[in-house]
């Protein structure tokens, strides 16, 4: 009879020959994170006679960064509350009521959705510009009036902009709470003798509250932590937000230890919104809240169909119709300010942005690298790490997942310091080339593609694997044959969404490019210094192009729309 | 062809034991089913045994070879084991050929059109000839059954492990598929660990029940010694319906409940020890009012319901003198009506004693 294996020889046999894998993805997991995040935190202590707050003390009693500091404040609190305002109705409309185009209200809340903000600023700054905007012409042709109608370059216009982006997040997390929402449970109180506004105030209005405000938070975070737009549209009204001032921190001389000190309350006050609003969703992540439910009643809204679905299109003309056909105008216009005759009409801004100057040229190959190298890397790293939690593959799986989702609470400024800190000196010299950029956008990118890659392989019983273990196949060969296959369509949802947002990132590449390692957003950026609308608008094209293109391959591999999975 | 020998398996869950010193001999081509409740812990014992888990204490031999203990897990895929899942596990990206051949891509010495026959007989086996080229998804309940079926006897495993295959079938096709795996474990003879909750199920397939309970075998034995001389009180109750009545030993084959006082099967009572004598529903015979009954275990009772279930009658009966209320199932050519007075009959053979241990 021979005796069980004993000793190091019998433990290293029984050691699955796939966990260096599993192991190293984790690893690099913590580094990615911990590297960049530990080096932000020691400089915004550090000095030269050892740990100190004075950098946090100068920060904050410098009163542009308290100006600063109060006009994100009142920015983000008013883009929260606009974004419900507009969410709220809109979802209600297209999960209860029978308001006629619901499917299209849908595409364009999705279109919304994925629009990068700061092309629609740019687009804003054409349509209402204080003196060539072309509302503001058309309002002086009309009625004679010497002044304006609006300025975009203003708070109010400012809050406007960032809004009709951000109201999707409001509009995702209260329609799928309806959805699951049955309408017995209102009838039920309907046939308890309760009216109906008595209904909505006492069944529904609680129901659907802490989607409303967590809907309300989601805006409130991504106001917090755009660069684009208040770039855009604030600093020419003479106004600074915590993003712009922390990216001015960056010019020169560099005030790194400032912009550290900025920097950790800023990720701290996110990581706090994000936790109350899990806190008010309870345990039900939002991204897996499915169609389940009873029966729903649709609300008839008679006379009011109409007018509802006009309120609807008049949101989307200011968020896609208006912007989008202004920068189509722009890119055919010689001179974007004037009607698009024929005279007006040219080519020549496409020749410019693709053959004669240079800097874009480098730019949209360097975005297309980053983009494909990014999501190919990302999704592949995503799918590891989601794979590890979720089939627990390694002691302490639960810090991968919790790794793996909290760069969502990092803003893109703050993930811009941290990087620039920590890969300046060695042992990691990586400032001045693409990989700065490719790390950050991996960073940034990684809850989104680890979120839809945690459901793909929830999707996926572990049976499937077992099955193959015990007919005689490896963990690794069982991956290979059994879980890749069947995990492909959710890893290339996976690179679509990383994809996407890559192409469309600012607000860490602003921070983090150097003259070599231009990105198109950026290009953008530089282009409004020298008044190139033209070639902006192109480029803007392109990136609107390319990203209505990976949404449809999405959609096309999932067989459903991009608002059902993302946050 | 090997058994297969747990020994004192033990697997915690944070506090909870899983599995708790289980030991328990599976013969050479033997068919043990693991039988309980939900989270008596069969299907972890199952997937211990597959080298999916790894136990905390105690080992799991096959034949000679230790395959698993605290220290060293031979994995899943090099124990020669096969295993048919609650949810079939049919990969749905491969054909119901490609999944019955998957397992013989690791037996390399086998030729290509070696492996095609065996597909192609194997497939005949489990009445699925011509299914050949369908997917997983375009196969009937059952159909999909005997292709997991096909594919796990396939690649001749001296071990074959069966997580109740059969709970996801309609009643029917059960019954039928119930004798199907009776047939072919006849045929091929493979040593077989069968986890269910369904007794009946258990007791059509298996060679012998080993009964669970938090972890632990409370029972193993043919079906007949399982149903006959239940060892516990909770095997008693688990395995088919009973009359349990508390009572205590007045001699070695004697127990007195009450006023009542029953001969019991002669197990040796120490005399004063509470016992709970169990009697199975069809063990008690009916006499109308006025038969005559023998002289040891006669009860008096009144019919208090009676429920016709076609083929019998189920009565339930209060015990002349006591607050019980026993239940007595008897063929339904003759019916007795609620009120009734009868006289009730139970074999001494028929009357278990157990120790009074609380189910737990």
Known sequence: ?567 | MPGVSLRALTLRYGDVAAVESLTLDVKPGELVALLGPSGCGKTTTLRLVAGFLTPEAGEIWVGDRCVSSAASVVPPERRRMAMIFQSYALWPHMTVAQNVAYGLRFKPQLSRADRDRRVREMLGVVQLAGYEDRYPGELSGGQQQRVAVARALVVEPEILLLDEPLSNLDANLRDEMRLEIRRLHETFGITTLYVTHDQAEAMVISDRIAVLQQGRVVQVGSAEEIFHQPRTRFVAEFIGRTNLLEGVAVSPDAVACGPLRLRVAPVGLEPGARVVVSIRPHAVELVADGGVGSASNTLDGVVKRASFLGESVDYEIALAGTDVVIRATTPATRRLRPGQRVTLHVDPEACVPLPDQPAS
């Open chain 1, 1 to 567: 009879m021979a005796t069980p294996p004993r000793g190091l020889a019998g433990r290293l046999s029984g050691v699955e020959r796939s966990l260096p894998v599993w192991v190293l993805a984790a690893l690099g997991l913590v580094v990615l994170m911990a590297l960049p995040l530990a080096w932000l935190a020691w400089i915004s202590v550090s000095s030269e006679r050892g740990a100190t707050l004075a950098h946090y003390r100068e920060a904050f009693t410098d009163t542009a960064l308290q100006k600063a500091l109060w006009n994100t404040v009142v920015l983000a609190f008013w883009v929260g509350l606009v974004s419900v305002a507009v969410g709220a109705p809109l979802a209600w409309l297209t999960a209860r009521t029978d308001v006629p185009g619901k499917s299209l209200i849908r595409a364009l809340v999705m279109a919304s959705f994925v629009t990068p903000p700061f092309l629609g600023a740019f687009a804003w700054v054409m349509l209402a510009g204080p003196n060539a905007g072309l509302l503001n012409k058309l309002w002086r042709e009309w009625t004679g009036a010497s002044d304006a109608l609006v300025n975009i370059f203003s708070m109010p216009g400012l809050v406007f902009v960032v809004a009709i982006y951000t109201f999707p997040y409001v509009y995702i997390m209260i329609a799928n709470t309806l959805a699951l929402i049955a309408s017995d449970l209102e009838e039920a109180a309907t046939g308890l003798g309760a009216g109906r506004l008595t209904v909505a105030r006492t069944i529904t209005l609680p129901m659907v509250m802490p989607a409303v405000v967590s809907g309300f938070i989601l805006s409130v975070l991504q106001a917090l932590a755009l660069f684009g737009s208040p770039a855009i549209l604030a600093l020419p009204a003479g106004f600074h937000t915590i993003t712009t001032q922390v990216w001015s921190f960056f010019h020169f001389p560099p005030k790194t230890e400032t912009a550290a000190a900025v920097s950790i309350p800023l990720l701290l006050a996110t990581a706090l919104l994000l936790l109350v609003q899990k806190r008010l969703l309870g345990r039900r992540g939002y991204a897996s809240v499915g169609g389940k439910g009873g029966q729903r009643r649709t609300i008839r809204l008679r006379g009011w169909r109409y007018p509802a679905l006009a309120g609807c299109l008049a949101v989307m003309a200011c968020a896609i119709f208006l912007p989008y056909s202004m920068l189509a105008k722009a890119a055919f216009a010689r001179a974007w300010a004037q009607p698009l005759t024929r005279d007006n009409f040219t080519l020549g801004n496409f020749s410019f942005t693709f053959f004669e100057y240079g800097a874009t040229r480098a730019a949209i190959v360097n975005t297309l690298e980053l983009g494909v190298m990014t999501a190919s890397v990302g999704a592949g790293f995503v799918a590891l790490l989601a794979y590890i939690s979720n089939r627990r593959l390694v002691p302490g799986h639960q810090i991968v997942a919790f790794l793996a989702l909290a760069p969502v609470v990092i803003p893109g400024v703050v993930l811009a310091v941290a990087l620039f800190i920590a890969y300046t000196r060695p042992p990691l010299l990586l400032y001045g080339t693409l990989w700065i950029l490719f790390i950050a956008y991996l960073t940034k990118e990684m809850p989104v593609g680890y979120a839809q890659s945690e459901a793909t392989f929830r999707a996926i019983p572990s049976d499937l694997e077992d099955a193959g273990r015990i007919l005689g196949a490896g963990r690794l060969r069982v991956l290979r044959d059994v879980t890749v296959p069947l995990a492909r369509s959710g890893v290339i949802a996976a690179w679509c969404f990383i994809f996407i947002g890559v192409i469309r990132e600012l607000s860490a590449s602003i921070i983090l490019f150097t003259p070599n390692t231009r990105v198109m957003s950026v290009v953008i950026f530089d282009l409004k210094e020298e008044g190139q609308f033209g070639a902006i608008a192109v480029l803007g094209l392109v990136m609107l192009a390319l990203t209505f293109a990976t949404v449809s391959l999405v959609q096309a591999v999932l067989g459903r729309d991009v608002l059902g999975v993302r946050e």
